[in-house]
């Protein structure tokens, strides 16, 4: 009778609580930066992610790395909803060919849809 009557209050309970978004895989350390809104994303405020690539044969391949190390290390520390480089915030991209091939570097404030 006990676990009927807990089950009866948990699911009147997430009945009647609003339904906040969250993606499954959020690891709950975003809340340690201060975020904004900007349009239709909440984004870092201040802190920002970086990454790079070398020695690829193309441009775009040595863009397409380091874009993907961002998104890899974004999704790891915050979860998949803010480790999309396209919705970040004051996306930044250099890139240069040396004698072992074109290497890259971006830097952006993860942001995620609101």
């Known amino acids: 009778m006990a676990l009927k009557h807990t089950l009866l209050v948990a699911a009147a309970l997430a009945v009647s609580l ?3 978004p969250a993606s499954a ?3 709950g350390l975003a809340s340690m ?3 904004v809104r900007v349009g239709r994303k909440v984004c870092y405020t201040e802190h920002t992610h970086y990454a790079s690539s070398n020695g690829h044969r193309t441009k775009r391949a040595a863009l397409n790395a380091a874009i993907k190390d961002w998104q890899e290390f974004t999704a790891f520390e915050y979860g ?3 480790a999309y480089f396209r919705r970040a915030n ?3 991209k250099a890139c240069s060919r040396q004698a072992s091939g074109w290497s890259c570097s971006i830097q952006a404030r993860p942001c995620k849809r609101r």
Do not use: F, G, K, Q
Request: proline share 7%; glycine share 0%; hydrophobic share 25%.
């Open 90 to 92: 004051a996306r930044r």
């Open 80 to 82: 998949t909803s803010w």
């Open 33 to 35: 930066h201060d975020w």
């Open 18 to 20: 609003p339904t906040l």
């Open 25 to 27: 895989d959020e690891t």
